[in-house]
């Protein structure tokens, strides 16, 4: 027996992904633009601070794990292996949960406490 080739449409994928790198830029902008329109100065300056703790969160606990873990379970489904598919799914959800869930009760109890607001 003869095998099909599998033809991909790459202008296509190409398409795709650009136009969903523009969107979120573009989403990204207006974010921004209503963030610095509705806080103060020093309300910036604390979602500045807020959002390289929540990237260095995210860069120790998951470790590049979301991007093997594509490549891993896309290759699997391209060899018609599930099984294979979701036991590396399962695996890096519990690796990620694992190291993520000790982070973060630490982060929570060495996080200074915000300060109690006056009724």
């Known amino acids: 027996m003869t095998e099909t080739a599998v033809v991909y449409n790459v202008p296509r994928g190409t398409a795709y992904l650009t136009s969903q790198q523009a969107i979120i830029s573009a989403v990204s902008f207006v974010y921004y633009i209503f963030l610095f329109r509705i806080l103060s100065l020093s309300q910036i300056g604390q979602v500045s601070l807020l959002a390289i703790a929540v990237a ?35 695996t890096v959800l519990r690796l990620v949960l694992v190291v993520a869930t000790p982070t973060l009760l630490l982060a929570s109890i060495f996080s200074p406490h915000p300060p109690q607001m006056a009724c």
């Open 56 to 90: 260095i969160f995210g860069t120790l606990t998951q470790m590049a794990l979301p991007a093997a873990a594509t490549r891993f379970i896309s290759s699997s489904l391209g060899n018609r292996d599930a099984a294979s598919a979701g036991a590396v799914a399962n």
